[in-house]
């Protein structure tokens, strides 16, 4: 076994047993004996860290000042609560969007048409006098003279007033 394959091992399967032929290799190799002591030197110390250290506060002060320079956090606001007004007034504010108002129109336009398509006129005849009055004075006097002359072709003169 060479120094890059103890390496290997190391890397791939750690410190624990070493196989026979890296143990081997590491009792006849001052550079593979002393990696291996460095790393076991390194772990002790290691061991003897507590698991959570504390950092100073002044730690905590500079990275809060970053963060806030970089605006990634702001200072809490505090929201004061709202006296809550009647339920009735809250349409008032749906009435003042003009989506709404839009909303709105289209709906009586809508009810307007199916009012429209729904309503059956009554039956009711029309009058003569609607129709009279309907049609403009000077269409109707044509017609009327020559009915009166019908009806006064066989009546004599003296009763009509009239010259032939």
């Given amino acids: 076994m060479q120094c890059k394959d103890v390496a290997q091992v190391i890397e791939q399967e750690g410190f624990s047993p070493l196989p026979e032929a890296a143990r081997g290799h590491v009792a006849?190799?001052?550079?593979?004996?002393?990696?291996?002591?460095?790393?076991?030197?390194?772990?002790?110390?290691?061991?003897?860290?507590?698991?959570?250290?504390?950092?100073?506060?002044r730690v905590w002060v500079s990275l809060r000042a970053q963060l806030e320079a970089e605006k990634m956090i702001y200072e809490?606001?505090?929201?004061?609560?709202?006296?809550?007004?009647?339920?009735?007034?809250?349409?008032?504010?749906?009435?003042?969007?003009?989506?709404?108002?839009?909303a709105a129109v289209a709906a009586l336009i809508v009810a307007a048409g199916y009012v429209q398509m729904t309503h059956k006129p009554s039956a009711s005849p029309v009058s003569n006098t609607a129709v009279a009055d309907a049609v403009p004075r000077a269409v109707a006097e044509p017609?009327?003279?020559?009915?009166?002359?019908?009806?006064?072709?066989?009546?004599?003169?003296a009763f009509t007033g009239r010259s032939q």
């Fill in 28 to 57: 006849g190799c001052p550079a593979c004996s002393s990696l291996i002591s460095d790393f076991e030197r390194i772990l002790a110390v290691a061991s003897e860290i507590p698991a959570e250290v504390e950092p100073p506060s």
């Fill in 76 to 102: 809490p606001t505090t929201i004061v609560p709202v006296e809550s007004s009647p339920w009735w007034q809250g349409f008032g504010q749906l009435i003042r969007g003009r989506m709404l108002a839009t």
């Fill in 143 to 157: 017609r009327k003279s020559r009915y009166l002359e019908y009806l006064y072709q066989g009546v004599p003169q």
